[in-house]
């Protein structure tokens, strides 16, 4: 079974804060992936990764930074975090082709103060 | 730029009674990948079941079945037989050739025992 896992179901930071939230996937897949989930907006993509130290942004990019020195792990930064980041993180990892299914970690909920 | 839209944002269904999940997509692409994921509460998002765009046929997975109208841009989700173990957070998603995905807001689908 392909296993995603995060580092914290839950985290509690105060604004201006640098936040890491850690994602390591122990299939060998090139892809991984930071999604934001907000009730009413879905999935939305932040960054993503096909290989490593490669990264693409997605379409919520701002205010976010992200590291791949191996390829099973898949790190998201908030560098100065907001408020607005009080959110739900999902990272996915797949392997590199669009055919296949991204297999999802359990998620981060973070609480920014 | 790709979006998915699911227009239902709550469905519910009595147990055993069949239920479909709507979701339309708008893309200049001709060649990409249709998923349902499933997000039980508190739970990791799982695959449901995945639709090639080049293929006419539409795909099943025992109880759930879609009904892919390429030409409309619709791609349904019908759960037949419903079982308590079916509420959740449905989600529509697109993959194209970028590797990315673009997903629906999301439909949460309640069954009545």
């Known amino acids: 079974d392909v296993k995603v896992t995060q580092s914290s179901r839950y985290l509690v930071k105060r604004t201006g804060e640098k936040v890491f939230l850690e994602c390591v996937q122990d299939?060998?897949?090139?892809?991984m992936f930071w999604y934001r989930q907000d009730p009413g907006l879905g999935l939305r993509l932040i960054y993503f990764?096909?290989?490593?130290?490669?990264?693409e942004k997605g379409d919520i990019p701002e205010g976010y930074s992200v590291s791949r020195e191996k390829k099973e792990r898949f790190s998201l930064i908030l560098e100065s975090a907001s408020t607005n980041q009080t959110s739900m993180y999902l990272c996915?990892?797949?392997?590199?082709?669009?055919?296949?299914?991204?297999?999802f970690g359990p998620g981060t909920r973070l609480l920014v103060l | 730029a790709q979006t998915v839209t699911q227009s239902q944002p709550e469905m519910s269904v009595q147990e055993a009674e069949t239920v479909t999940l709507s979701c339309t997509y708008d893309?200049?692409?001709?060649?990409?990948?249709l998923f349902w994921y499933k997000q039980p509460p508190s739970r990791q998002m799982i695959l449901v079941i995945r639709?090639?765009?080049?293929?006419?046929q539409n795909a099943t997975e025992n109880r759930f079945s879609v009904n892919f109208q390429k030409a409309a841009k619709s791609f349904s989700l019908k759960i037949s037989d419903s079982q308590l173990g079916d509420a959740a957070m449905y989600f529509c998603?697109?993959?194209?050739?970028?590797?990315?995905?673009?997903f629906g807001d999301g439909t949460t689908l309640t069954v009545k025992p």
């Open positions: 990764s096909y290989d490593v130290k490669m990264k």
């Open positions: 639709q090639e765009a080049y293929k006419q």
């Open positions: 998603a697109y993959r194209s050739f970028t590797r990315k995905s673009t």
């Open positions: 299939m060998d897949h090139e892809n």
């Open positions: 893309t200049s692409e001709s060649d990409y990948y």
């Open positions: 996915a990892s797949s392997p590199d082709s669009y055919q296949e299914t991204q297999y």
